[in-house]
């Protein structure tokens, strides 16, 4: 468990707010290199988050404060970081500035998988033709044991019944597409890379926060070195700054002992040409599934892999990660040996491998959940809020979500009231992610290949003398209900919100006819010196 961040020593008894596990302080100042707060609080007391926090309402009329627009800052342009600039934007907010370390938004990472729950809020920001034409619509899932003993094969997205599909994308695609958005919607100067988060201030019933930003690149000082805003998002990943700063006693992430390495090849396609194939146990594992439409175009498929083997033993009490750089390439011959002789479902593992360019080593890591995420007008989202195992596919799902819960809280505070929005934020997020963490330390719906590697180690010729097809269906619904998408609530959902990004559009259109129509007559008013100061 997480230690609270202690409160500083001038901090009375009498001052302090009830509860056992908060920072009570905000206003940190991290400067790059420096490990630890160097401890400028600026800003005291928050209120009890236990004490009951003002729930938005549930019906967006106009957002807060609007005219003037709030500032939002977003630190971080992650999928989460972006998904929530295009969230708030949709909602209302046009005053919203990313700012991200990295100084070049490039191509990075692998596969990832986006479920139904996340397609649907980004088929409702109008994005879901761009995916189409990105990433694959996941058809099935299909599981085998090491010996390539096919254990449970399931449709997914609309191929199960979905209103919207599953997608498997390039990570640093999807975030290209997301950026493409903002750049369109926001305005291009709205997302400042080479800009770290690396503090924040804010008084206690104070109308403002202030993010402080340096640069990674160099010891030069950030081209905004601070900014003032309503609200600050920390969408900074799983090494999470603001996260730092609220919890210095966290440490790094908890390494599970397993370590990750990734790659893409083109190829033929195997089995439906849009498969996701999960192999072996949870000590050793392989995954993969086809990420490109251009490919499948050609008909080939790119086919994102994943190779897993445990490197250090479960019961070690070392959970420090070992160093990685999830940029670098790496040998493969640090892990390829285990899967030589593995086939499964059209798939030698060996052949795979060998044909890929570039290998990339994730150790695989999670944190352990926190009980609060909002402290007046900061809030953490995505990875900084719930960094998981990627394990059931959920990571960028889940940031996704998070995005569109706070726009739809911080839209619904028509009063201004942000720390009442942001805990209601938090109320709804915190507690089913920390669930998702937990249920992915415990395999996650990969909990079925762990069963038929205990229960039939050396194979099976029928899957359900192993585990009976109760038990197998059981695992899987168990984790779409924790993990938020089963497939009617996603029905539902997508029912009710038909036609939302057309609607949207449309009345972002008309807004912008009159602001050219306003532009228009002030120019025009001006060229006839009708409103000029004399
Ligand atoms: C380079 C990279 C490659 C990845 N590859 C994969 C992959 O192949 N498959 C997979 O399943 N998941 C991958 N992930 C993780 C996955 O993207 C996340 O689990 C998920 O999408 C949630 O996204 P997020 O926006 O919360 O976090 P992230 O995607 O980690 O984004 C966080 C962003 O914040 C930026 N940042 C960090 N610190 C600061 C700071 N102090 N100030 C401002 N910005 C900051 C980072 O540069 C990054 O752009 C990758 C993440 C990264 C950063």
């Not at 007391?45 to 800052?73: N, V």
């Not at 046009?94 to 479920?115: C, M, P, R, Y």
């Not at 900074?236 to 210095?248: F, K, M």
């Not at 040996?337 to 479902?345: D, E, K, L, S």
Request: with cysteine; aromatic share 6%.
């Amino acid at each position: 468990m997480v230690r609270p961040a202690p409160a500083p020593p001038w901090l009375t008894p009498a001052r302090q707010v009830p509860t056992t596990f908060a920072p009570r302080l905000l206003g940190f100042s991290l400067r790059h290199g420096v490990r630890g707060p160097t401890a400028r609080y600026h800003a005291v007391q928050l209120p009890d988050p236990s004490a009951a926090a003002p729930r938005a309402q549930k019906q967006p009329k106009m957002p807060f404060l609007s005219p003037p627009a709030p500032t939002i800052i977003i630190a971080g342009a992650g999928i989460g970081g972006l998904s929530a600039a295009l969230a708030l934007h949709a909602a209302g907010f046009e005053d919203i500035h990313i700012f991200e370390a990295s100084s070049k938004l490039t191509t990075l990472g692998v596969g990832i998988n986006v479920q139904p729950s996340a397609v649907l809020i980004l088929r409702n920001l109008g994005l879901l033709p761009t995916l189409q034409s990105t990433g694959v619509e996941t058809q099935d899932l299909n599981y085998f044991n090491r010996h390539g003993n096919a254990i449970v094969s399931e449709p997914r997205g609309v191929h199960a019944g979905y209103a919207v599909p599953q997608f498997s994308i390039h990570r640093g695609e999807f975030q290209q597409v997301l950026l493409a958005a903002v750049n369109e919607r926001l305005g291009a100067d709205r997302v400042h890379v080479d800009h770290a988060l690396s503090g924040f201030a804010q008084e206690e019933g104070g109308d403002t926060i202030t993010a402080h930003f340096t640069r990674r690149s160099s010891d030069e000082p950030a081209t905004i070195p601070s900014m003032r805003a309503a609200v600050l998002v920390a969408a900074d990943g799983i090494n999470s700054t603001a996260r730092r700063l609220l919890y210095p006693d966290e440490g790094p992430p908890r390494f599970s002992g397993r370590v990750l390495w990734r790659g893409c090849v083109e190829r033929e396609p195997y089995l439906s040409g849009a498969s996701m194939v999960w192999a072996g146990h949870a000590d050793q594992k392989f995954i993969a599934y086809p990420i490109s439409a251009a490919c499948a175009a050609r008909g080939a498929s790119l086919v994102n892999w994943i190779a897993e083997l445990r490197v250090r033993a479960a019961d070690d009490p070392d959970l420090t990660p070992p160093p990685a750089d999830w940029t670098k390439t790496v040998p493969k011959a640090r892990f390829e040996a285990p899967f030589a002789a593995w086939t499964c479902g059209g798939l030698a593992v060996k052949q795979l491998i060998d044909s890929t360019d570039r290998v990339y080593e994730f150790p695989m890591c999670d944190r352990d959940p926190v009980p609060r995420w909002s402290f007046g007008r900061l809030t953490l989202l995505g990875d900084a809020a719930h960094a998981m195992y990627p394990i059931g596919s959920n990571g960028a799902t889940q940031a996704i979500i998070d995005a569109e819960t706070l726009a739809r809280n911080l839209a619904a505070a028509t009063t201004g009231d942000v720390a009442g929005a942001l805990a209601a934020y938090e109320a709804e997020r915190l507690p089913p992610t920390a669930k998702i963490v937990m249920a992915n330390r415990a395999n996650g719906p990969d909990h079925v290949l762990q069963l038929a590697e205990e229960r039939a180690p050396e194979g099976f010729d029928d899957v359900h003398a192993v585990i009976p097809r109760a038990e197998l269906e059981a695992i899987g619904a168990a984790y779409k209900a924790v993990a938020g998408f089963e497939r009617e609530g996603v029905n539902r959902r997508a029912r009710e919100t038909e036609g939302l990004a057309e609607r949207w559009l449309r009345r972002r259109e008309s807004r912008e006819k009159v602001q050219t129509q306003v532009r228009v007559s002030e120019v025009g008013a001006a060229e006839n010196g009708v409103g000029v100061a004399a």
